[in-house]
């Protein structure tokens, strides 16, 4: 039989942005040297990860040339990915450092309050956990479960879950409502990641009934 030829389409992908920044190590003692708190929202007797107390890192003046780093990133996925038009301005409104010692993980949650979200990764191998993105359960790439049908093999468009491992350096940004979770530090180092939430501010829907301005 002769072999056919098609063609898949992905329909209604979902982004995540991953580059590159650049910071030396008394960059790096900077953002680990805040005083830091228990990330209990698991229950209190649980100790998954730390965060640092401070919600504004980047908003120091220490750490302007991270930040505009930072920045560029979240122009260019806004701008050059999204094509989101240049009228409003994306701004980064909390930043944080996390810390996870070995047996530390980050259970599946989301971001409030914020569109884009990212991390950058201080101090990371392959083995202080990568980070998974999960998809809603609303979301049926296919089917509902009316029919839980078995796969030979997961791919894109069976998948219900993947997994980024990142190194140290690695800039991932992604949409706030992406559900995401980092899996279990199994490295003899403390590993140390950037978080961030960035949120548009300008005029949508310009001259329309829903004009919002923030």
């Known amino acids: 039989m002769d072999q056919v030829s098609y063609n898949v389409h992905k329909l209604f992908p979902t982004p995540v ?16 040297g805040f005083e830091w708190e228990v990330n209990d929202s698991y229950g209190s007797d649980i100790i998954t990860h730390k965060e640092t107390k401070n919600r504004r890192i980047l908003d120091l003046p220490q750490f302007s040339g991270l930040k505009k780093q930072v920045q560029s990133h979240i122009n260019n996925f806004v701008f050059d990915v999204l094509k989101a038009q240049k009228e409003q301005s994306w701004e980064i409104t909390t930043s944080w450092v996390n810390e996870v010692e070995k047996g530390g993980y980050s259970a599946m949650h989301t971001h409030a309050n914020s569109l884009i979200s990212g991390t950058l990764y ?25 029919v839980r049908v078995d796969f030979d093999e997961i791919s894109d468009y069976t998948t219900e879950a993947s997994l980024f491992l990142p190194v140290t350096g690695d800039i991932l940004l992604f949409p706030s ?13 403390v590993r140390h990641s950037l978080a961030f939430n960035v949120f548009p501010r300008g005029v949508f829907g310009k001259g329309g009934n829903s004009e919002l301005i923030l």
């Open 17 to 32: 942005y991953r580059s590159k920044v650049t910071f030396d190590t008394l960059t790096y003692h900077k953002l680990i």
């Open 122 to 146: 201080l101090n990371v191998d392959d083995k202080t956990g990568g980070i998974a993105f999960h998809k809603d359960i609303s979301h049926k790439t296919l089917w509902h479960d009316t």
């Open 177 to 189: 409502i992406l559900s995401h979770s980092v899996l279990i530090n199994e490295s003899d180092i």
